[in-house]
């Protein structure tokens, strides 16, 4: 392998590495604001992310059951915080990268419903990320857990 080829594996692995990162701490980041509610971070506060912001504002007149709904907003910040730790870390890769691809689907149908087209957009855009790093797999190898992930997604 001469020269310039050990670079450009350098750089993809690189490219590769910082969108993957930067998705994972878009997940983290997202899912503390669920937790700060009135200068207070608590579990509690999930409790006024479904109740006070998506039933009594931004859902209030969808089609959507309002059961569902509240199981929804309730998961919602635990799935975005171990989707983004798994992300970072770099275990089961593939897995994790479909699984955020698909929580990012339901919160498109979720900012459709609210009318708010420039979430959708920005969802869209994260989609395409994932998207992007499951047709690299290959140069991803700045994996933190990298024996873990290789072997979880071996199946894959």
Do not use: H
Not at 83 to 106: D, M, P, Q, S, W
């Amino acid at each position: 392998m001469d020269n310039k080829e050990v670079k450009n594996d350098w750089t993809k692995s690189a490219a590769t590495a910082i969108l993957r990162w930067a998705l994972g701490f878009l997940f983290i980041f997202t899912s503390f604001g669920k937790f700060y509610y009135q200068g207070k971070w608590s579990f509690e506060n999930a409790k006024w992310f479904v109740t006070g912001y998506l039933l009594e504002d931004k859902l209030r007149e969808s089609f959507l059951p309002k059961w569902l709904i509240a199981g929804y907003g309730y998961a919602l910040p635990y799935c975005e915080l171990l989707l983004g730790v798994l992300l970072i870390l770099g275990i089961a890769r593939n897995k994790v990268l479909f699984a955020a691809g698909l929580l990012l689907i339901t919160l498109l149908i979720g900012a459709i419903q609210m009318k708010d087209y420039s979430v959708v957009y920005e969802n869209f855009f994260y989609i395409f990320i994932c998207a992007v790093l499951l047709f690299c797999p290959n140069y991803d190898k700045w994996l933190i857990v990298k024996k873990c992930s290789a072997n979880s997604d071996k199946t894959t």
